[in-house]
Nanobody
């Protein structure tokens, strides 16, 4: 297994919910300053869905407009797991979802280029 392992993807109908999980290795957990969820739909560019600062006591989050109020990123530090709770899913949320980490010491909210370690992804499919 890699440093980041995603799970929880699947197929749901519009309006349904899924919770994605990202399990971090010890090294990934200790070195990360931000953790983010990204997605790439067929024929579209990758976009940063949700990001969470994990450096010290900073716990700021950032979401793209299309998921605000529907998605929530959170972390259980004890279990080294980051979740993405996705509610009221829509067909346009269909994509491969990836978790990624950015190293400590860099501004990372809204900065996809700062994320250097990536998981293999988990597929989310929402049908209308």
């Amino acid at each position: 297994q890699g440093d980041l392992v995603e799970s929880g993807g699947g197929s749901v109908q519009a309006g349904g919910s899924l919770r994605l999980s990202c399990n971090l290795s010890e090294d990934a957990y200790k070195s990360s300053g931000c953790i983010g969820w990204f997605r790439r739909a067929p024929g579209k560019e990758r976009e940063g869905v949700a990001q969470l600062v994990t450096d010290g006591g900073d716990r700021r989050t950032r979401y793209i407009d299309s998921v605000k109020g529907r998605f929530a990123i959170s972390q259980d530090s004890a279990k080294k797991t980051v979740w993405l709770q996705m509610d009221t899913l829509q067909p346009e949320d269909t994509a491969m979802y990836y978790c990624a980490t950015a190293p400590r010491g860099f501004s990372c909210l809204g900065r996809s280029d700062r994320y250097t370690s990536w998981g293999q992804g988990t597929q989310v499919t929402v049908s209308s």
